[in-house]
């Protein structure tokens, strides 16, 4: 939470930042995505951060856990199960049963955990990208997954979030572009209603996508993340450099473009920055530019509305 003000019109205006402010905490440490080793003293800076009212979380054993619940303030907190996916390879949409069912006990599982805790969400992405013959099938395959663990998400009065990645340039995901992420939200809301869709700012340049799609799809949108692609030459790359970084694609006057968009579309849930060091930063430099992107990008937001 922040409060910022601005000029305008020759008045002084202050206002608070409307929504709830996350972080991806092992994009920022990235070696929590590897091991959960001191986990609490990592996120201790963050947790004591009163600019922050929501920590997205990887794995976390039960005896970091306690740790991380023994530090004051506690925050919101939502399990990020796209390492699961990315890295370790399980695979939400694939076809094969077993591979799926092998997916979906795990996925199913730490959302358990996840409950247990009393964590607010859980967060997914697809798996990876198949041939035009067999998508169909995977879809199928996906949405199946989607309502195992919405099941269980259910049952902790947590929702399931479905990021989108790109299909084509890095992660090549089997859901990349927003209509046809909402195309297996619906399918899944057949069934369960807590299901919503993670768009990504920094994936809308690989996914040619601007902040103003989320005008049509509102009631849809359950999480939002902020942060960079990376341009390489010719390619495009989804390693989350930090703001103002060789590459990095955007900058405040696309979050205050997003911004505009949430505001428009009434959107009620989280930011989330996700920003990761690259070599030779320290977390807290890109942390403090990120923030410094936030404010800048509200006081340009109300500057275009007052």
Not at 50 to 56: A, C, H, K, S, Y
Not at 178 to 194: F, M, W
Not at 276 to 289: M, V
Request: charged residues 30%; hydrophobic residues 40%; negative net charge.
């Amino acid at each position: 939470m922040f409060y910022t003000s601005s000029c305008i019109k020759g008045i002084e205006v202050l206002a608070k930042f409307p929504w709830k402010i996350g972080i991806v905490t092992f994009m920022l440490f990235p070696e929590l995505i590897k091991s959960d080793e001191e986990a609490s003293k990592k996120l201790k800076v963050l947790i004591e951060d009163p600019f922050f009212d929501l920590l997205e979380v990887g794995y976390i054993s039960d005896e970091e856990w306690e740790e991380i619940k023994a530090l004051r303030p506690l925050k919101e907190f939502a399990r990020a199960l796209q390492p699961e996916v990315l890295v370790e390879g399980y695979n939400p949409n694939a076809i094969d049963e077993e591979r799926r069912k092998e997916a979906e006990a795990l996925l199913v599982s730490e959302t358990k955990v996840a409950g247990k805790r009393g964590m607010r969400a859980v967060a997914l992405c697809s798996g990876p990208i198949v041939s035009k013959e067999l998508k169909d099938k995977a879809i199928e395959a996906l949405v199946k997954t989607l309502k195992a663990i919405a099941d269980e998400a259910s049952k902790y009065n947590m929702v399931v979030l479905l990021e989108t990645f790109d299909y084509k340039w890095d992660k090549k995901r089997l859901i990349g572009p927003l209509p046809e992420a909402v195309k297996v939200i619906n399918a899944v809301r057949e069934s369960y209603k807590n299901v919503y869709i993670m768009w990504d700012l920094s994936h809308g340049p690989l996914l040619d996508e601007d902040p103003e799609v989320l005008l049509s799809y509102p009631d849809y949108i359950g999480h939002i993340h902020i942060g960079c692609a990376k341009k390489v030459g010719n390619k495009l790359y989804d390693s989350h450099p930090g703001f103002y970084r060789p590459g990095a694609l955007n900058t405040e006057k696309e979050v205050a473009k997003l911004l505009s968009v949430l505001h428009e579309i009434k959107y009620k849930g989280a930011v989330s920055f996700e920003v990761k060091p690259e070599e030779n930063q320290y977390p807290l430099e890109i942390l403090n530019t990120a923030k410094s992107i936030l404010v800048r990008a509200y006081q340009l937001f109300l500057e275009s509305k007052l």
